[in-house]
C-alpha cells in the first residue's frame, strides 16, 4: 500500500493523522537532519498501521516534507 505524507518536524508532539484517504500528517518532535526525523516517521508509521519498521519504506522525498511511503503487509 502506497500513501503520501506530509512531515512537520520539531513538533511539540510525535502524531499520525489522516487529512484525506491516503494522505496524512506526521508531526514529529525531532529535527529534520541526519536522517533523524526520516527514521522517526518511519517508527510512527509502523506503528500507526500496525506492521514492523523493515515493512516501511520512504520511496520518495528523502530530503522533503512530502514523502510517498510504502507498507509492505
Not at 506526521?26 to 498501521?49: C, D, M, Q, T, Y
Request: charged fraction near 35%; glycine fraction near 6%; aromatic fraction near 6%.
Amino acid at each position: 500500500m502506497k500513501i503520501r505524507i506530509k512531515v512537520k518536524p520539531n513538533a511539540r508532539e510525535n502524531s499520525v493523522k489522516e487529512i484525506e484517504p491516503g494522505y496524512y500528517e506526521v508531526k514529529v518532535s525531532v529535527p529534520a537532519e541526519k536522517g533523524k526525523a526520516n527514521n522517526r516517521v518511519i517508527e510512527l508509521i509502523s506503528k500507526h498501521f500496525g506492521v514492523s519498521k523493515s515493512k516501511v519504506t520512504i520511496i520518495k522525498g528523502q530530503k522533503n516534507k512530502e514523502k510517498l511511503i510504502d507498507i509492505f503487509a
